[in-house]
């Protein structure tokens, strides 16, 4: 199946500060998700992403699919933001997910 | 409120019982999932349908069976629990094709 690789595994941030985190993949996908999962375990779809790119509010993604990743940038970062941040891909009829990146973020 | 529905929220299991996690969604979405996620593994697709009558295997489906009756239901049942089988599992759907998934809220079952 496909391999889906994130970075940073973990990331440990000052309130306000900027960060990105990557979704690399081994293989073509015609589906990319970033999902935050918050300290309570609920999974939040943050951007469905296949290619290009995409903001909301302090959030924003982009996938270049030819090259087989994607980013997602997270600027003013929040107390609120903490939590893991995965990436989804699907191919095949199945979609897999990377280990995630754990972000805390501190006051 | 349109969504996913999972039961039970939370259980407590001996080895060796038969146990069926519940998945209902009212979104009328063909594909449907089962995951479980451990700590420090992300999530690892256990079994999947694309639609009804139709089921798939993932990535860990050793232990695990699905059925697939009708559009809104995906029951994920494990045969006889063992101790490796506990985890947290989220059952997830998505349109056919490409499009969004959404979850549920997620069953946590601990076999002891």
């Known amino acids: 199946g496909i391999q889906v690789e994130q970075s940073p595994p973990d990331l440990i941030l000052q309130e306000g500060a900027n960060s990105t985190l990557r979704c690399n993949f081994s293989?073509?996908?015609?589906?990319l998700q970033w999902f935050h999962q918050n300290p309570w375990g609920q999974l939040i779809n943050l951007f469905y992403?296949?290619?290009g790119t995409k903001q909301n509010g302090r959030l924003s993604a982009t996938t270049v699919a030819t090259e087989r990743y994607s980013l997602l940038y997270i600027s003013s970062s929040q107390t609120t933001d903490s939590g893991v941040y995965f990436c989804a891909v699907e191919r095949s009829n199945d979609m897999r997910f990377g280990a995630g990146t754990r972000l805390t973020v501190k006051p | 409120i349109a969504g996913i529905t999972q039961a039970p929220t939370s259980q407590i299991l001996a080895a060796g019982r038969r146990m069926t996690l519940r998945c209902t969604q009212d979104m009328r979405h063909n594909a449907m999932y089962w995951y479980r996620q451990d700590l420090g593994l992300g999530l690892r697709l256990i079994h999947y349908s694309n639609t009804a009558g139709t089921t798939g295997k993932g990535e860990v489906p050793d232990g695990y069976s699905v059925s697939r009756a009708n559009t809104d239901d995906f029951p994920l049942t494990l045969a006889s629990a063992v101790p490796s089988q506990t985890s947290v599992y989220f059952c997830?759907?998505?349109?056919?094709?490409?499009?969004?998934?959404?979850f549920g809220e997620g069953s946590r079952l601990t076999v002891l």
């Open positions: 997830a759907s998505k349109p056919s094709g490409p499009g969004e998934l959404f």
């Open positions: 293989d073509s996908v015609n589906n």
């Open positions: 992403i296949p290619s």
